[in-house]
């Protein structure tokens, strides 16, 4: 049975079929996050657990069976990846350095995919976030800071033809940390990182004409972010080493 | 006396492709590879034009997509004349050129003026590779196609999706960067976004063809000419949706 199950995993064609349902799945999904907005704009603030305590079945559904498809795709990739390595490995003295660097790239890339796809589930499930509207001394508090915003700043284009264009949005922030006060500035584009947290300039709406540009400041704890911006610019860099070779060798090189 | 404005040089260009085009079907193929790369030419004026339309630089709007897959359709077809293996099959992307081009005539856009969140370099570098990536992906749909129609006996569409899927996921790790500066998450629950990562799945699918015995080439062309379409209705869907009837 477990010899069955664990050949059923490790079969490319269910990942290929995955592959195929998952992208059917995030085609109807986006159909719903496009007809509700609001809904799933939330998705992107709250933990997945608090979000879908909020929501029936009737809009969440898809987000349930996209989990259940991604769950499946992990095991079929991490049985994959396994079956390959164990190959591998035992059959390394028939490799030089170079086409064993090849051949072992492709696991290697999964392995970096398990990261990101792991980064993800820790995202949706772990992140704190915190959003604040930028007013003069406002305060928030975010275990283990408090963030205060003293004013807001915006920098307008010169040139006649851009005139009351922002260039730039910009709050200086008092930050008390465990070890002392700091002052910062944040900009749209440049985020404030302390003891972990990051906090982000965004603006709230769009402006109207006479009226100054409203602000608010995004507070984010998210320990997958690392692994998802990791793993991805490694799967990347594996691509480029591995697929110009792959494709010579195709191509009859 | 006749004067066009710069912003009727993509005219000029879609009038040079169309011209390639009328060459390339009457089997005239120098005259109609020097119309190609003169309304490459033009394609790339007009192009730089929307960057320094607001006299400082805005160089998202140099890489707007439904200007800018001609473009880049015309650079692949351009640089693969140049290869002798592909020379042959190269002039006939002209027509998905001349299809990518009627679109954005039709649907026209706006030069966007600069806010603070764009014109940076990461989302240059996001729009610029991801536009690249959907040319790739319409040029394997392309060879898919001829292929299928007995037009080539090389499954050449096969190096486009590959190299397409690489540089989809490059973009998509340049736009997580600059969506977590920005907007403070490397992924949004959005309709873009959901779609963009379709869009991956897809083409993750179309690779993992190659180590599976059950599908051969002539599916696989299939598979390639079907994300052709599920490309163009994932890049296009913005402009066609949101910008339809709005114009210039």
Known sequence: MLKFLWKFLGDVNLTIWLLLAITLNLVIGSRYAKQFREIFNQLNYLRFQDWVAKHTLAESWWVWLLLFLLVLFALNTAVCTTDRLFLLVKRRKEYGFTPFVLAIAPSLM??????VIAGHAISLFSVQVRQMPVTPNAVMTFPPLSITARDQRSVYWSEPKLAGVARQHSVPLVVTTPAGTVSDEVAILEPVFRDGVSIHLDTAGKAKPGEAQRLKLIVKHDPGLYPILIGNALICLLMLLYFPSVLKNRNGG | MFSISPLQWFTVAACLYGGSLF?????????SLILLLSGFAVNTAYQLYRGWHYVIPTSDNM??????IPWCLAFLALGLRLRKKYSGAALSIVLPICFFTAIALIFPTVVVPPDPKHNV???????????????????AGWFGLLFLLKRTEDPFFDSFAVWGFVLYSIAQIA????????????????EKHLLSAALWCFYCAYLHLNFSTRWNVREKSWFAFTGLWVTFAIAYNYYIHYLGGKGA
Do not use: D, Q
């Not at chain 1, 999964?110 to 990261?115: A, D, G, Q, S, Y």
């Not at chain 2, 060459?23 to 005259?31: H, N, T």
């Not at chain 2, 736009?175 to 959005?190: E, H, K, Q, T």
């Open chain 2, 23 to 31: 060459f390339f079907l009457l089997k005239r193929e120098k005259v």
């Open chain 2, 121 to 139: 370099f990461l989302s240059t570098l996001f729009f610029w590779i991801e536009s690249m990536a959907h040319a790739c992906f319409f040029v």
């Open chain 2, 175 to 190: 736009g997580a960067v600059w969506c977590y500066l920005g907007w403070a998450a490397p992924f949004n629950w959005s």
């Open chain 2, 63 to 68: 890489v707007t997509e439904i200007y800018f």
């Open chain 1, 110 to 115: 999964h392995l970096c995919f398990l990261v």
